[in-house]
């Protein structure tokens, strides 16, 4: 299956990973950027000139995710992750792109949200980042300082620097094996992952329903639903 045996194993998950969970991708058909206009909703520009629609558009996320289930793709990380854990493996670095806490509530117990997590706020104001899962608007005091106006999703937009870079590049450095599932491979810098883990000589694989855009870098690739080739590829290894 690979050139070396795995030990050290980072995996990168996307949107696509919890599609069958009922939560919708990015750039599939039908999918988010298809019906709202992201340069209206995922900059901080656009949240500074309509901070209403952005929060609006964060709050019926939120509702759905509290609604949705992890599934079988989720339970399948996680069982890998204690696996890994109780045979003292390697590392185990599950980073997603993802909002949701599926992962988590599929039984992962460490993962690393490089876009944020949609459960989470903060306040720009005097920083208090808090749960919760009840909608905000702009006029919501923020539950430390008491401040309105200041609160804004715990999540990364296009032209912020993404969250836990340095652990994940350490990790990309020292990885035999990295996995990429249900991501198109075109939001950086997550897709440049692929060949950062590649320059450290790990085998590299890609789990999706279709090539993403940087599919030719994998060293080894299956398609179809995440529910049914996740499970089976982590069977394998
Ligand atoms: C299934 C399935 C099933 C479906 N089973 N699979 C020009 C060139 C290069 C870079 C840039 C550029 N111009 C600007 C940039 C930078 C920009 C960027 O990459 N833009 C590109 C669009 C070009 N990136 C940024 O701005 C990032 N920050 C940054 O770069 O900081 C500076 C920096 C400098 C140096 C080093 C490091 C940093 C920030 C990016 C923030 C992205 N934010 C979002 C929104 C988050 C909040 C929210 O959710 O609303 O993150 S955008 C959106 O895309 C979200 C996702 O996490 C992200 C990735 O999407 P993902 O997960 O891949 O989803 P899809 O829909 O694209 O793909 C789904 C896949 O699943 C598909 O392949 C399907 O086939 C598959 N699938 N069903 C299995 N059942």
Redesign the pocket.
Known sequence: MSARAPGNIVMLT????S??SGLG????KG?LWETFD?QKL?TPEAFAADPHSVHAF?NA?RENLVAAQPNDAHRALAALELLWQAEERGDFLLVT???DDLHARGGSREVLHM??E?LKSRCNPCGHLFEHEHAITPDTPCPDCGQPGGLRPH????????LG?DTIYEALAACDLFVA???????????GFVAEAKAAGAWTVE????P?EVSTLFDERHY????R?VPEWAGRI
């Open positions: 996307g949107a696509g990973i599609a069958e991708t990015f750039r599939d999918g992201w995922a964060y996320r792109q993802n909002i876009h944020g949609l999540v990364v937009w296009f032209g912020e620097m993404p870079l599932i249900g991501t198109s491979g075109t939001v950086y810098p997550a897709a789990l999706s329903l279709e993403g179809g639903p995440a529910t080739i």
